[in-house]
């Protein structure tokens, strides 16, 4: 079963990574740049396309390929699944040495990385013809924009919800809908619920799991409108200090600790075993994603699962637009052709059957009535994806996905160690220091 808990959980290694970016910027510009106006460019290409992949997600590109190979005689996809780790330093190398593959499909949060540096080919005017251009996953669009232009489309969605045992919070005498409006109302429902279940815990989280955090914690903080990083790419600054809604966050996570709501295990729990103790039935809430709630539970556990959007501290909802997105590389032997294969994985049938494979559509028309009732608690992300972001940043792993990140040592400090005001002010720091660092 797919699961992002690799990446959300392990870290990336991005020493080699920064160094082959670093030569990248020199030389990625001069690739031959795609000319997507070319006549018949995208229609009846032939012989091979390749596609880099990374291992992480490569069943629903593999799967994807073959039914288009199917389809096709004259053109054949093939692809090249990349370890996750390694997936950036070896594009930069292959970008550095000019010989290149025709499309990749990564991580959505690395485009920036390759985007600034004339990598990929601008793709604008053939997204914005989309028909279905306006239903298309706004977090992953985000992550494929730059300066008004277009490098990419969007291809499986990974999307950070809350998920509630409904069958526990039923005997407790509450509704999902009713206490999800806010982490106020949150915390009040888990002060209820440690006296009506004393077998349960009211929450869960990850403690020492950065990227798991990072999915779920963040969209809290942006359902109040705000981030942890201000600024335009390239000149970005953190955004911690006097940021009212990081506040809260870290407040609420400190008080599910010291009140007890959450498991003693949190405080060494580093997503290895990210939602065994909500699907076993002993936690009422979970946020988390698709896979781990719901992809890799048993049948006769579902019915008793919902979910809702994440909120703020008073309100308003978002979730981490997570995922993969595909983009051609300037300098493509066949662009005509990954254009092709890139607007078949747009396809509804396609994108309606990612959540066999723990992922989701990155289109909101998927959510026909079949989709809602096969897949009822992919449908609550896939119908708001308007509500979905994820920064762009040159520093996004640096800052939230490694062991060492500012992001982890802020929660820690200020969840397990109390002291919130140092946590905000540290993470302010280092921050700054991470994205100075990073700037073009």
């Known amino acids: 079963?797919?699961?992002?808990?690799?990446?959300?959980?392990?870290?990336?290694?991005?020493?080699?990574?920064?160094?082959?970016?670093?030569?990248?910027?020199?030389?990625?510009?001069?690739?031959?740049?795609?000319?997507?106006?070319?006549d018949g460019f995208g229609q009846d290409a032939t012989g091979t396309v390749t596609v880099w992949c990374r291992s992480a997600t490569q069943t629903g590109v593999q799967a994807a390929a073959a039914s288009f190979n199917e389809l096709h005689d004259d053109l054949e996809v093939q692809v090249l699944p990349i370890p996750d780790a390694q997936y950036v330093t070896k594009l930069a190398t292959s970008i550095r040495g000019g010989s290149v593959p025709d499309l990749v499909d990564f991580d959505l949060i690395n485009c920036p990385l390759f985007y600034v540096r004339e990598a990929f080919a601008d793709l604008t005017d053939l997204v914005e013809a989309l028909p279905f251009r306006d239903q298309l996953s706004a977090g992953h669009m985000g992550l494929l924009t730059h300066e008004h232009r277009v490098y990419g489309t969007p291809f499986l969605g990974d999307y950070s919800t809350l998920f509630a045992n409904t069958e526990l919070l039923g005997r407790a005498g509450f509704e999902l809908a009713d206490v999800s409006g806010s982490l106020?109302?949150?915390?009040?429902?888990?002060?209820?619920?440690?006296?009506?279940?004393?077998?349960?815990?009211?929450?869960?989280?990850?403690?020492n799991a950065s990227g798991a955090m990072g999915f779920t914690i963040q969209p809290m903080i942006w359902a109040a409108d705000t981030d942890l990083i201000s600024?335009?790419?390239?000149?970005?600054?953190?955004?911690?200090?006097?940021?009212?809604?990081?506040?809260?966050?870290?407040?609420?996570?400190?008080?599910?600790?010291?009140?007890?709501?959450?498991?003693?295990?949190?405080?060494?729990?580093?997503?290895?075993?990210?939602?065994?103790?909500?699907?076993?039935?002993?936690?009422?809430?979970?946020?988390?994603?698709?896979?781990?709630?719901?992809?890799?539970?048993?049948?006769?556990?579902?019915?008793?699962?919902?979910?809702?959007l994440l909120p703020g501290p008073d309100g308003g909802r978002a979730t981490f637009s997570g995922g993969d997105n595909m983009c051609i590389l300037n300098g493509a032997p066949n662009a005509s052709g990954a254009w092709q294969f890139m607007r078949y994985t747009l396809e509804l049938e396609i994108q309606r059957a990612l959540p066999d494979s723990g992922y989701m559509p990155i289109r909101s028309d998927s959510a026909d009535t079949d989709f809602t009732v096969k897949y009822e608690q992919a449908?609550?992300?896939?119908?708001?994806?308007?509500?979905?972001?994820?920064?762009?940043?040159?520093?996004?792993?640096?800052?939230?996905?490694?062991?060492?990140?500012?992001?982890?040592?802020?929660?820690?400090?200020?969840?397990?160690?109390?002291?919130?005001?140092?946590?905000?002010?540290?993470?302010?720091?280092?921050?700054?220091?991470?994205?100075?660092?990073?700037?073009?």
């Open 1 to 38: 079963m797919l699961s992002r808990r690799g990446l959300l959980t392990g870290g990336l290694t991005l020493g080699a990574a920064g160094a082959g970016l670093s030569a990248l910027s020199a030389c990625a510009g001069t690739l031959p740049p795609v000319d997507t106006t070319a």
């Open 379 to 440: 449908t609550v992300p896939v119908t708001q994806l308007d509500q979905g972001y994820v920064p762009s940043s040159l520093a996004y792993n640096l800052l939230y996905n490694q062991s060492s990140s500012p992001w982890l040592a802020m929660i820690r400090r200020a969840v397990f160690d109390g002291d919130v005001p140092g946590a905000l002010a540290e993470a302010q720091s280092e921050y700054d220091r991470i994205l100075t660092q990073t700037q073009l």
């Open 231 to 308: 600024g335009d790419l390239g000149d970005q600054a953190g955004n911690i200090l006097g940021n009212d809604a990081v506040e809260a966050v870290l407040e609420f996570h400190r008080q599910l600790w010291v009140d007890e709501l959450v498991p003693q295990r949190t405080y060494v729990a580093d997503g290895a075993q990210w939602g065994n103790a909500y699907r076993s039935g002993e936690v009422v809430f979970l946020p988390s994603a698709y896979g781990p709630a719901v992809a890799e539970a048993d049948e006769s556990f579902r019915p008793h699962s919902q979910n809702a």
């Open 184 to 207: 106020e109302s949150l915390m009040s429902t888990c002060q209820s619920l440690k006296t009506a279940l004393p077998d349960a815990h009211p929450w869960a989280f990850p403690g």
